[in-house]
């Protein structure tokens, strides 16, 4: 595009200020500038997701269902055990900031012990299950992260399974909503936040190459995908149970929740936006909403707690593209480095003075057209990491006891006893979720460690 076709439709679109500076450029921060603005989306709408105000209601009877069926619950791992033995299952990590790097181990592990549990019960070669890993970074933080994965040999996986992509950014704009400019040669530009993962999910994987996440998995037929959030030391990464549950649900897209633990806490719920599954947030639900129960079973009618743990068919995050222009932005306002229009120079705010455009993962529910939700038990499953040490909540201290505690249950669950105060943590290629710890039933455990292996936790009799 000529620069002054650029430069007509940013004028047309309000946004002509953004060329303030260019006459001083040097050719080079020219090119920066108009590269940058070309991949701008400068004419798109800006929605306020608060513009439109529907019922929310509930989930529906029979909407979801709990793996506190252990029946079923048996019935689903079959079923996504399979699944992953023929190859169908990949698994998708929205990494964001590199600030829980020991959680990169915990879930690699959880992988590889995946792989080796569906090769034992599926009678298959070792090393003959492959579960691809697509780890989502930011670009500022992608060359730490991967250089960790490098640094620590990736954790025991092949590294031509672990697979590096970006999520995007979106500009920043003044409270007015023109684009605010960092430099006079740079845009300001944010994160698109974790629901930005659907069109990094079309971008090249390195500058100048066809290879996207999208053409990985078709390559290597993946089905299905799991994608998480990396802050939750429980996650049970391409757990077997919620991919069969999905897939017998012949699900397009589904979500793992947790019961809320109370009224009042502060966690969105997925629940239904008009006659749309949706994730409402806390602040969207009136306190009678909050307290309101089930007359039958007396459990909150709210109760679905949203934990940003996902099923989708690949097909489904082929056909996102397809609805993407009608999903409605978040606003976050902020203070926002920028520069003065005026003067040149460069202004950091005391408070704040613009808004960050954000994605959210779950705005695609409302477009599935089989949605399915499975209840999980939180203390397996769910253990945030989202405070500094010492806050006394999802905090590193937090994590750690509930890591631990679900390690005891692992053990006392296989016929062994764990005395007071005795803390034994079991690395994730010794168990997934429990299984393969036959050996230690009638065993008492009294001295605290680390094992790797099951024949390990004999030195802690």
């Known amino acids: 595009m000529s620069i002054d076709t650029l430069i007509q439709r940013y004028e047309a679109a309000g946004q002509g200020h953004l060329f303030k500076f260019w006459s001083k450029l040097t050719e080079s921060q020219q090119v920066e500038l108009k590269a940058q603005l070309e991949a701008v989306a400068s004419e798109a709408e800006i929605l306020d997701p608060t513009a439109q105000i529907q019922t929310i209601q509930p989930l529906p009877k029979g909407a979801s269902e709990s793996v506190t069926d252990k029946t079923k619950a048996k019935e689903w791992r079959k079923i996504g055990l399979e699944a992953i033995g023929r190859g169908e299952v990949g698994v998708l990590l929205m990494a964001g900031l590199p600030s829980h790097k020991s959680l990169f181990q915990y879930q690699a592990e959880r992988i590889a012990r995946l792989q080796t549990v569906a090769e034992l019960e599926g009678s298959k070669p070792a090393g003959s299950i492959i579960v691809p890993w697509y780890v989502m970074t930011s670009g500022p933080t992608r060359r730490d992260t991967e250089e960790f994965f490098k640094k620590n040999a990736y954790f025991g996986l092949n590294p031509q399974n672990v697979i590096f992509f970006e999520q995007g950014t979106l500009p920043c704009l003044t409270m007015e909503g023109k684009v605010l400019l960092e430099t006079p040669s740079k845009v300001a530009v944010a994160p698109d936040g974790n629901g930005g993962v659907y069109a990094a999910t079309r971008s090249p994987l390195s500058p100048g190459k066809p290879d996207t996440v999208l053409s990985d998995l078709a390559k290597r037929k993946i089905l299905y995908v799991h994608a998480y959030c990396v802050d939750n030391c429980l996650v049970r990464v391409a757990d ?210 680390l094992v790797e292996t099951v024949e390990e936790l004999d030195a802690l009799v």
């Open 240 to 449: 077997p149970v919620f991919l069969g549950y999905s897939i017998q649900k012949q699900a397009d897209c589904a979500a793992k929740v947790v019961p809320k633990t109370h009224p009042a806490e502060s966690v969105g719920v997925v629940a239904c936006r008009g006659d749309k599954f949706s994730v409402v947030e806390y602040s969207e639900i009136s306190k009678e909403q909050a307290e309101r129960r089930d007359s039958e079973t007396g459990e909150l009618s709210f109760r679905a707690g949203n934990i940003a743990n996902h099923f989708y068919t690949t097909s489904f995050l082929n056909r996102v593209e397809s609805f993407e222009d009608d999903l409605a932005f978040h606003i976050a306002r902020k203070k926002i480095p920028h520069v003065d229009l005026e003067t040149g120079k460069s202004v950091k705010p005391a408070k704040p003075n613009g808004m960050k455009l954000e994605m959210f993962v779950f705005d695609v529910f409302p477009h599935t057209e089989r949605f399915a939700v499975l209840e999980v038990e939180r203390n397996e499953e769910f253990s945030p990491l989202k405070n500094a040490p010492g806050t006394g909540s999802d905090d590193p201290e937090t994590s750690r006891h509930d890591l631990l505690a679900q390690h005891k249950r692992f053990l006392e669950s296989a016929g062994a006893r764990v005395k007071e105060s005795v803390e034994i943590e079991l690395s994730p290629l010794a168990s997934y979720a429990g299984e393969g710890l036959d050996a230690v039933k009638g065993k008492v455990f009294s001295k605290s460690g």
